[in-house]
């Protein structure tokens, strides 16, 4: 089945420190790759996204690339603020569009001053 | 913002009682999703919708179920609430902002059940 697996937190780095956080899939066909932000006692909004291969989802200063000889999503950012510190979500949406999404089980990302 | 909301926001209940679950959206979407939040298992989806009346089950289906009967209504029901249904509930909405279609969540409700 369609599963995604993201990088275990949770990961505490210090402001302006560089960010990765891996995420692979597994899918049939060719998914929508997704990544969402949870902020302390918030919904998720939508990061980014990717629609298909080579695709480079942006937005806040982080990007993701869609690499499908890999299998991988990961999410990076080049300086990170004590503004991220919240929980990163990975998904998929197997169809191509949004219909159903997988999650990962999301990474706890702290930022110190 | 999708103009989605849910209500209750807490709402703390014992076991063996019914629970119903509100979501609302203002933008006439068609498909709707109720999803539950647990640590360690990410975010799993439990029911969604197509349109009015239209309804499947998803991945942890078992012990609730959803009623749609206008299109921006989406209700999510515990017949008899029990402790592992104890959890925080999302509701989405596909929707095509930004050319391509996505989800967009609520705010959440954070259920406990005694």
């Known amino acids: 089945g369609n599963s995604v697996t993201q990088m275990e937190g949770p990961v505490t780095l210090s402001e302006e420190a560089f960010l990765t956080i891996n995420c692979t899939y597994t899918?049939?066909?060719?998914?929508?790759l997704f990544w969402y932000v949870q902020y302390p006692g918030e919904g998720l909004q939508l990061l980014l996204k990717a629609t298909k291969a080579d695709d480079k989802g942006s937005n806040k200063g982080f990007e993701a690339t869609y690499r499908k000889e890999t299998t991988s999503f990961h999410l990076e950012k080049g300086s990170v603020q004590v503004s991220d510190s919240a929980v990163y979500f990975c998904a998929l949406s197997a169809q191509g569009g949004s219909e159903k999404l997988v999650f990962g089980k999301g990474t706890k990302l702290t930022v110190n001053p | 913002d999708a103009g989605i909301t849910q209500s209750p926001r807490h709402k703390v209940t014992e076991t063996g009682t019914p629970v119903t679950l509100r979501c609302h959206q203002t933008?006439?979407?068609?498909?709707m999703y109720w999803y539950r939040q647990d640590p360690g298992h990410g975010l799993r989806l439990i029911h969604y919708?197509?349109?009015?009346?239209?309804?499947d089950k998803g991945e942890v289906s078992d012990g609730y179920s959803v009623s749609r009967s206008k299109t921006e209504d989406f209700l999510l029901t515990l017949e008899s609430a029990t402790s592992s249904q104890t959890s925080v509930y999302f509701c989405?909405?596909?929707?095509?902002?930004?050319?391509?279609?996505?989800?967009?969540f609520g705010p959440g409700t954070r259920l406990t059940v005694l």
């Open positions: 989405a909405i596909r929707a095509g902002l930004g050319g391509r279609d996505t989800q967009y």
């Open positions: 899918a049939t066909g060719y998914p929508s």
């Open positions: 919708s197509y349109g009015v009346k239209d309804t």
């Open positions: 933008e006439n979407h068609r498909y």
